[in-house]
């Protein structure tokens, strides 16, 4: 079984700052792992993803996380924030093994709420 | 681009009311969930379904059922309302492509703010 732990429930930054927010995995099996945005009032939508090669992914508005095999991370991070990344930031896993349609569900974690004060 | 569309928005039921809350998608994906989201505790799958007439348990089923009568709409009903089941409803869907798991990423809807009083 999987399991995704964000270990910071909430995270304010002032607007300009760097910030970085923390999640760990576990589980027996490899994983394809996830950063789902979710906007006030809106649904999730995908942010980024790590699924091979590189271990370090970008998404296109300046966010980036690294997968740690031997820390099992998957921190996001970025280096400057805008008022408009305030948001909850979720990170998944799903297992990579391509053995039937369960292997299609996401395990999140609880979530963290990133707010930028000015 | 409709993508995923979710309705209601909001509903307030009484205890032991049912409801049927809705989704439909556009994107012609094979693959359909729905998550439940309380405050503190991220998402938990509720159901999914990997195509028309096949369903299958998420990890909190009890309370709720679902239906995939075609590609487009799976229906979430819930029988007999109980305050535990005050939540925020999220239907996604992805592509479910054989062999390219790696493509299937989750579209998400804008949410049913649900309360049972």
């Known amino acids: 079984a999987q399991s995704v732990t964000q270990l910071d429930s909430q995270v304010p930054v002032f607007e300009e700052a760097p910030v970085e927010l923390r999640c760990n995995y576990s589980?027996?099996?490899?994983?394809?792992l996830f950063w789902y945005v979710q906007y006030p009032n809106q649904g999730l939508q995908l942010l980024l993803k790590?699924?091979?090669?590189?271990?370090l992914v970008k998404s296109i508005n300046g966010f980036e996380a690294e997968f740690n095999k031997s820390q099992t991370s998957f921190h996001l991070r970025k280096p400057s924030v805008h008022i408009s990344d305030t948001a909850e930031y979720f990170c998944?896993?799903?297992?990579?093994?391509?053995?039937?349609?369960?292997?299609?569900?996401?395990?999140f974690g609880k979530g963290t709420l990133l707010t930028v004060n000015p | 681009n409709a993508g995923v569309t979710q309705t209601p928005k909001f509903r307030i039921l009484k205890i032991g009311q049912s409801m049927t809350l809705q989704c439909a998608q556009d994107?012609?994906?094979?693959?359909m969930y729905w998550y439940r989201q309380d405050p503190g505790m991220g998402l938990k799958l509720i159901y999914y379904?990997?195509?028309?007439?096949?369903?299958d348990k998420g990890e909190v089923p009890n309370g709720y059922n679902v239906s995939r009568s075609t590609t487009e709409d799976f229906p979430l009903r819930l029988e007999l309302a109980a305050p535990s089941q005050t939540s925020v409803y999220f239907c996604?869907?992805?592509?479910?492509?054989?062999?390219?798991?790696?493509?299937?990423?989750?579209?998400f809807g804008a949410g049913t703010r649900l309360s049972v009083l």
């Open positions: 996604a869907s992805s592509p479910g492509l054989a062999g390219e798991l790696a493509k299937n990423i989750q579209y």
């Open positions: 790590y699924l091979s090669g590189s271990t």
């Open positions: 994107m012609n994906h094979n693959y």
């Open positions: 998944a896993a799903q297992d990579r093994r391509n053995s039937g349609g369960s292997n299609y569900k996401l395990t």
């Open positions: 379904s990997v195509g028309a007439g096949i369903t």
């Open positions: 589980s027996s099996v490899s994983v394809y």
